[in-house]
């Protein structure tokens, strides 16, 4: 399990060095501790393998593997990006767009190559009847599931890590270029319509869908409970991501019901303009490209971005889908080692293969392990090097001491990542075991979101996180969503309390509470 260095120097001098924490502020902030995310068993492997910094070299010209990630039993994770992989990513994007400027757009649509594939195969993959089949067909089952999600991931850290790679190029050009001040109104306007995706995402091509079968309901040509059945069937695994609950009929019953009490006229505009997405998100481009005089040149740093933007939140569909076809095979896993199911999620994916195949105890694994899992990556950033327990606190203890904690700078300012006003009622959600206490209306205040928290997401009149930016799981959903978010506001859980009175403006990036 150890990364084979022994002794009280647990790491290399090297492997230290590569790690030394970045001066600006904002690598700080971003990166550090990425959520509360509780794993499910073996998923911290899903967006680091061996086989996905390879995928990741093939693609861009340069591995994936320089993030460092410890799972412990808070439920906390903690990652460590080094300075390097920086400079690799950056300098990497500088080369294609120089070579074409186009180049890079070319690059990042092979994601959408990559989820149909793993989104048409996924569902084939587990056995009919789990309890007879081989611990060998098992293996099969679970590597496969997590080999076509490995495909995927390979795109997830590239949109929140070249984040700041690209902020400053597009700030430039709608501020110099296009005249318009930093923050206002008509800036957000600009970047965030610019930075849309040309194809409509899974949370509105879900949204749409919801729409859809409301119409049909209304026009008497499908009941309540088909609709809701055919929804769950189709839409019900977003939420998994890696421990959430899919959508059963029962959660798309109760929301067809809210949408058919509003009138028929007002639904089949919301529908028409998610039909025609693409369309209408091509035009407001054009419009805007053109009344600021944007060069294609320029224009293209918007796509890119858009594009980055994308790839990071599907990626985190597609881990939901996998997610949500691995719930019975770790059931079954669990059963044939004799543990709990939350047991297993400290388990790296190899201990599972290798408890399964005889090689190791299920039991010893889990002593070894102290409440902590923690990897990286060797010199030539393309294999995973597991740690042993003595070897991951000891490096845990020595980045918490060196490197910032990963919120916002401010407490009473955030970044603005969808815009627009609203008051309500604050609930503090500190993972999405408590989606429930949000209610329509309600704002919703959280560390950082993932699919996951898509419930409670869906009801709030606005979302706060501690941490994030414009790439963001909250930032995106929020702007797709149409409600406001202020995101890298420090300290939101605690300013703030549950059944407090707020007001978010998030245009300019405030939060206050309502005496």
């Known amino acids: 399990m150890g990364c084979g260095v022994s002794g009280v120097s647990i790491f290399p001098l090297t492997v230290l060095e590569l790690f030394i924490p970045m001066e600006n502020h904002y690598f700080h902030t971003k990166l550090v501790k990425m959520g509360k995310w509780k794993l499910y068993p073996g998923?911290?492997?899903?967006?680091?393998?061996?086989?996905?910094?390879?995928?990741?070299?093939?693609?861009?010209?340069?591995?994936?593997?320089?993030l460092l990630i410890y799972t412990l039993d808070d439920g906390f994770e903690h990652a460590y990006t080094p300075v390097l992989y920086?400079?690799?990513?950056?300098?990497?994007?500088?080369?294609?767009?120089?070579?074409?400027?186009?180049?890079?757009?070319?690059?990042?649509r092979v994601l959408y190559t990559?989820?149909?594939?793993?989104?048409?195969?996924?569902?084939?993959?587990?056995?009919?009847?789990?309890?007879?089949?081989?611990?060998?067909?098992?293996?099969?089952?679970?590597?496969?599931?997590?080999?076509?999600a490995?495909?995927?991931?390979?795109?997830?850290?590239?949109?929140?890590?070249?984040?700041?790679y690209w902020t400053p190029l597009m700030e430039n050009i709608i501020t110099k270029k296009c005249g318009l001040e930093k923050g206002s109104a008509?800036?957000?306007?600009?970047?965030?319509?610019?930075?849309?995706?040309?194809?409509?995402?899974t949370t509105l091509e879900e949204k749409r869908a919801v729409l859809g079968e409301a119409l049909k309901i209304k026009q008497g040509k499908v009941t309540l409970e088909k609709s809701s059945e055919k929804l769950s069937k189709d839409f019900g695994w977003m939420p998994v991501f890696v421990f959430g609950t899919p959508w059963g009929s029962d959660w798309y019953q109760k929301e067809l019901e809210t949408l058919l009490n509003k009138e028929q006229g007002a639904l089949q505009i919301e529908f028409d303009e998610l039909k025609n997405y693409s369309k209408s998100r091509n035009a407001e481009v054009r419009a805007i490209a053109k009344e600021y005089a944007i060069s294609k040149q320029d224009l293209q740093i918007f796509i890119d971005f858009g594009l980055a933007l994308d790839a990071r939140n599907e990626a985190e569909y597609v881990v939901s889908l996998a997610g949500f076809y691995l719930m019975p095979l770790y059931q079954e896993i669990s059963k044939r080692l004799k543990l709990p199911v939350d047991d297993l999620r400290?388990?790296?994916?190899?201990?599972?293969?290798?408890?399964?195949?005889?090689?190791?105890?299920?039991?010893?694994?889990?002593?070894?392990?102290?409440?902590?899992?923690?990897?990286?990556?060797?010199?030539?950033?393309?294999?995973?090097?597991?740690?042993?327990?003595?070897?991951?606190?000891a490096f845990f203890q020595h980045m918490e001491k060196t490197v910032q904690n990963a919120q916002g700078q401010n407490e009473h300012k955030g970044v603005c990542a969808s815009t627009g006003k609203a008051t309500g009622i604050a609930r503090i959600v500190h993972s999405p075991n408590e989606n429930s206490k949000v209610l329509e209306g309600n704002i919703l205040i959280t560390h950082a979101t993932t699919v996951d928290y898509l419930p409670a997401m869906k009801k709030a009149a606005a979302i706060i996180t501690e941490v994030g930016g414009l790439t963001c799981h909250a930032a995106v959903v929020s702007r797709e969503f149409k409600i406001p978010c202020v995101v890298a506001l420090k300290n939101a859980m605690t300013n703030f309390k549950?059944?407090?009175?707020?007001?978010?403006?998030?245009?300019?990036g405030l939060v206050r509470k309502i005496v």
């Open 114 to 148: 990559l989820k149909k594939r793993v989104k048409k195969i996924l569902p084939t993959i587990n056995p009919n009847n789990l309890s007879v089949v081989s611990d060998k067909d098992l293996v099969k089952a679970y590597t496969k599931n997590r080999s076509l």
């Open 498 to 508: 549950d059944g407090d009175k707020i007001e978010v403006d998030a245009d300019k």
């Open 86 to 108: 920086f400079k690799s990513l950056y300098e990497t994007i500088d080369a294609i767009t120089k070579k074409n400027y186009k180049g890079l757009e070319k690059k990042l």
């Open 186 to 201: 008509q800036y957000h306007k600009v970047i965030f319509a610019l930075t849309k995706p040309e194809e409509i995402s």
């Open 43 to 66: 998923d911290c492997d899903i967006w680091f393998s061996d086989e996905g910094s390879n995928l990741f070299k093939k693609i861009f010209g340069i591995p994936k593997g320089l």
């Open 150 to 164: 490995h495909e995927i991931t390979v795109f997830d850290q590239f949109g929140w890590l070249a984040e700041e």
């Open 346 to 393: 400290k388990f790296y994916e190899t201990d599972i293969v290798e408890c399964l195949e005889g090689k190791a105890s299920a039991l010893d694994v889990l002593r070894a392990k102290e409440n902590i899992v923690a990897f990286g990556y060797d010199e030539t950033m393309t294999h995973i090097i597991r740690f042993s327990p003595t070897e991951a606190r």
